[in-house]
């Protein structure tokens, strides 16, 4: 007398085999989904930190006042990059600078100073004036734009270009 009432042990134990490597292969690609989502999240941050460094800049350079002695500029490691006049709100007109400090882009106005970008070696300055881009000058008068290439530990330089404004002719 035969009973096919239930699984054997081998089907069973192939069951279990089975559904654990399901399970694996699901555990995997939860993992990998976890990390690139984490990833995506960091390469978000890093792609709004540049934007807000973007448009407070271009603000700021947009304002800029000419004359003779209102801009300097310098390729730096360290110490102070861009420092310029800029006119509008709040104080009406105010010295905006930009320096390097211990790897941080900073930008000191007045006695308000704020971190625009963290882990950053070095700034390079080029500026356009009368229509040729040359370095940048301590001192000069206002140019007509300014590029900043900003190169940090571990990624690729950044190039930001900007229109300098409210020059007076």
Do not use: C, Y
Request: charged letters at 20%.
């Amino acid at each position: 007398m035969t009973h096919d009432d239930g699984f054997t042990l081998v089907e069973l134990l192939v069951a279990l085999a089975l559904f654990g490597l399901i399970a694996t292969m699901g555990v995997a690609l939860l993992g990998g989904s976890v990390r690139a989502q984490d990833a995506n999240r960091r390469h978000l941050a890093r792609v709004d930190e540049v934007g807000r460094v973007v448009n407070l800049l271009a603000l700021d350079l947009g304002s800029a006042t000419g004359g003779p002695r209102t801009f300097s500029a310098a390729d730096a490691a360290s110490g102070p990059v861009l420092s310029f006049t800029r006119v509008g709100p709040p104080s009406g007109r105010e010295i905006v600078t930009l320096r390097l400090d211990q790897g941080s882009l900073l930008r000191v106005s007045g006695a308000r100073t704020e971190t625009l970008l963290r882990g950053v070696s070095r700034v390079t300055v080029r500026q356009r004036v009368k229509g040729l881009w040359g370095r940048a000058e301590a001192g000069g008068s206002t140019p007509d734009a300014v590029e900043l290439t900003v190169e940090r530990v571990g990624l690729a330089p950044l190039r930001l270009v900007f229109v300098v404004g409210a020059r007076s002719q």
